[in-house]
């Protein structure tokens, strides 16, 4: 592990300060010492860009909302559930859904760093990752939530998961009122990445 | 808490700052190459995740606190480059790369599908669990590794010393207190365990409010 003396500069320090320099210097390095395949990056770098991403997991929502059965294999256990959906992977290899009710809402975060649901939800955004979320969403998520523009009523539980291991949490937003007519592509667009994270509700298209 | 990166419950941080859903998924170019760089390197096999995370932890304060997400990723991936000997300090200054020996072990774009498709399972075969839903426990205090000094642990400092209730159990899975030194996975029953926000916090923004965290076995005890 890196040394705690101040005296011994980290490795990290020899390169160069602006991080888009740095990241080109690794990666040239690398693919000097034939580590590394950029083919490879650009690969990795097209699946969370435009393969896997909060559609796969609002996909997983709609079809619970419209399927009892499905839903109940989502709940039981989400790794197989969403596994029949196509949808297993890295940072998803164990998947609990847990169910928004009127009684209880839930929200995910990750103290420690910035676990997260890749397969269905894809690469976290920024506020997820920032200092200001891992700290406030355990200790006040009702605040958190209304910078959201969320309030919930107090009789309404709010219950924060921390992801301290490798299970990855997807929320199961309440389906809208007057949803009734709609299939499942059309609820599956109502579903936003907030909302499966439980910074968000689902509304009604208006 | 024992290190910068264990900020759960810390006053002070601000509001959060919500993006919008169309917000590019890189905020900036370099983003993608670091998440892709690290993940390549990651597939030479040199060391686990538990392994990369703690060197993200054991940046210095002043480096966690000043780097973005990224370039903690970049920094901690520099810094394991060295320790597992992959690279070395003069060639991260620029110095003529040497020949490796791991070359054979380069990720493969046609590989990449399949390496992020099957991912890393941490469950494991083990020991039968010693709770059961619905038993009461007590969270180890102070947080800490046992087996390394400011070492490794998941169970963040604002969780130590907790009465909460097991809620979920996920059989056995890596530990990372000793994944993460080299100490090899001994697996251990995980639970979820859920407390009283009230309990960890001294007051709750609203009675019933509960937190839970993923928790080892080790890191419980029970409470009569």
Known sequence: ?206 | MSRVHDMGGRFGDGPVVPGSEDDPIFAQEWHAQALALTLAAGALGQWNLDVSRHARECLSPGDYMAFSYYEKWLAGLADLLVMRGVVTRAELAGAIPAASTLTDRRLKPEAVAGVLARGGPASRDGAAPRFAKGDRVRTRHPTRNVMVDGGHTRLPGYAAGLVGTVELLHGCHVFPDANAHDQGEQPEPLYTVVFDAAEAWGRAEAPGDTVSCDLWESYLEPVA
């Open chain 1, 1 to 206: 592990m890196p040394h705690d003396h101040a005296d011994d500069a980290p490795p990290h320090s020899l390169l160069p300060p602006e991080p888009a320099l740095r990241v080109k210097a690794l990666e040239t390095l690398l693919t000097r010492k034939g580590l590394v395949d950029p083919a490879a990056l650009d690969e990795i770098i097209e699946t969370y860009a435009h393969k896997v991403g909060p559609r796969n997991g609002a996909a997983v929502v709609a079809r619970a909302w419209v399927d009892a059965d499905f839903r109940a294999r989502l709940l039981a256990d989400a790794t197989a559930a969403v596994a029949e959906m196509g949808f297993a992977g890295r940072q998803g290899e164990h998947m609990v859904a847990v169910e928004n009710t009127p009684e209880q809402h839930n929200m995910v975060v990750c103290t420690l760093c910035s676990c997260y649901p890749w397969p269905l939800l894809g690469i976290p955004p920024g506020w997820y990752k920032s200092d200001a979320y891992r700290a406030r969403a355990v200790r006040e998520p009702r605040a958190v939530l209304a910078e959201f523009g969320v309030t919930l009523p107090d009789a309404t539980r709010v219950r924060v998961w921390d992801s301290t291991a490798e299970v990855r949490y997807l929320v199961l937003p309440m389906r809208p009122e007057g949803t009734g007519s709609m299939d499942e592509a059309a609820l599956a667009a109502l579903v936003s990445r907030d909302a499966m994270i439980g910074t968000a509700l689902v509304a009604a298209p208006t």
